[in-house]
């Protein structure tokens, strides 16, 4: 029996209105199950898992499990076992056969089933089975509009990521970026935006001027970033939905690397003046512009820390680009980098646990990682010309971008915060700056 329903958020319940309706289950079981992950070991081997297709509409059914299947691989931290091997070919998703599932080593079970209502829409139920003892540890049911398929299948991948980690999951989230297309010389870059595996692209912007910079809004379905055509560049906000853009403001000068704030109600940037630049946040509301920084230096690149009372940024007010935190009023700015290298493009995690960055040294750049005070940096990944890092809303992948250099253009990778499972993300021409959207769910 499905358990009864648990509160969603505002923006599921939005999906949900224009069409779905949905039961989320409580666990089966509070206890931890036999195959739980324990992420806190680095990198764990992953778990051995059996996704079947959903029985019913078939086709349906097979292309959920597909995605299903699809991102928890991704993930890195399951390894979906080839259905070639299974024993038992599913029936009833009610009852398993768990010594079938056994005898091919798999540790979770997912089963499920879709049904076309008289209405032309769909139920979709799945089940998470623990194999080893064999009970349920989750189950969800969901009834949707055709169309919603894709997204209803990211949902249930995040569940059983949540029920088997014990972290929020990323599957149900969006990535935007810069679409590069054309000759490298005369290349056309568009704002576009996709699911984080690649799926429904659409491009936000034509083409005729030039855009840099988008970053998602922490609480509404709005962009922010930078585009300039025939004059300087100026800071926009774009509704998702609605296709609605508006400027932030006319600045002097040149605008930079704008982002929302964590209440989605401020915009920080940074603002050149003559020969250099510094870092301002405009309130949205009333329009009021306030100087956080006042160097002789180029202050960049700012973000906020998940609670709001920190930022840091990128400067050069010590003779190279470093890596500062300074508080949200602009006080108390300290330097937190201090490698024989320059960095970049500093991004604080969700979890407000980790700053990602860029760093350049001897012709190399890599990603990297150090906690909010400088400590435990590592790098993640290296190559030719690596950037941009940007957090799953989780805080446990990074996505950056890797131009190789020639002829060819950037494309977009993940990482986890490990420094394992680095994968490359299909896109339909080259790719360059990233932004990971918050969890829709």
Not at 62 to 79: E, K, Q, W, Y
Not at 161 to 179: A, M, P, Q, S
Request: contains cysteine; proline residues 7%; hydrophobic residues 35%.
């Amino acid at each position: 029996m499905i358990p009864p329903a648990m509160p969603f958020s505002p923006e599921r319940r939005r999906f949900l209105a224009s069409g779905a309706a949905v039961c989320l289950a409580g666990l089966a079981s509070p206890a931890r199950a036999a195959l739980d992950l324990d992420l806190r070991a680095g990198a764990p081997k992953p778990i051995p898992i059996a996704i079947t297709d959903l029985v019913g509409e078939t086709d349906m059914g097979r292309n959920i499990s597909g995605v299903i299947t699809a991102d928890l691989r991704r993930s890195g931290l399951f390894a979906p076992i080839d259905p070639k091997a299974f024993v038992e070919q599913i029936s009833n998703p009610d009852t398993p056969r768990f010594q079938d599932w056994r005898v091919i080593n798999a540790q979770g079970l997912v089963t499920g089933r879709v049904t076309r209502q008289s209405d032309g829409r769909f139920q979709v139920v799945f089940r998470l089975w623990d194999v080893v003892a064999g009970q349920q540890l989750a189950g969800q049911q969901f009834v949707a509009q055709p169309e919603n398929w894709r997204r209803i299948a990211h949902i249930i991948a995040d569940a059983i990521y949540e029920r088997l980690t014990g972290e929020k999951g990323y599957f149900d989230t969006r990535i935007v970026f810069v679409d590069e297309s054309g000759a490298k010389e005369r290349r056309i870059k568009r704002l576009a935006i996709m699911d984080q595996d690649g799926a429904n692209v659409s491009y936000l912007t034509r083409g005729d001027s030039l855009v840099l910079t988008p970053r998602f809004s922490p609480t509404s379905q709005e962009i922010t970033y930078m585009s300039y055509g025939q004059a300087d560049p100026k800071v926009f906000l774009l509704n998702i939905e609605t296709g609605q853009r508006e400027v932030v403001g006319n600045f002097p000068g040149m605008s930079f690397s704008p982002r929302f704030a964590p209440d989605g109600q401020r915009v920080i940037m940074s603002l050149q003046q003559g020969g250099n630049s510094n870092i301002f946040v405009m309130d949205l509301r009333s329009r009021a512009i306030s100087r956080l920084t006042d160097t002789a230096a180029i202050d960049t690149a700012p973000c906020y820390s998940p609670d709001g009372r920190q930022i840091c940024f990128e400067s050069d007010r010590g003779g190279t680009s470093q890596i500062y935190v300074m508080n949200a009023d602009g006080s108390g700015a300290k330097r937190i980098s201090f490698g024989n290298a320059r960095y970049s493009t500093p991004v604080w995690s969700p979890r407000g646990d980790w700053i990602a960055f860029t760093r350049q040294a001897e012709g190399r750049f890599a990603i990297g990682i150090m906690r909010t005070d400088g400590s435990g940096e590592r790098v993640l990944t290296e190559g030719y010309h690596n950037e941009g890092p940007t957090f799953a809303p989780n805080g446990r992948v990074i996505m950056f971008f890797r131009d190789p250099g020639g002829a060819a253009g950037p494309s977009l990778y993940t990482v986890d915060v490990t420094g394992y499972n680095e994968q490359r993300l299909p896109t339909p021409s080259y790719a360059s700056d990233p932004a990971w959207s918050p969890l829709r769910s």
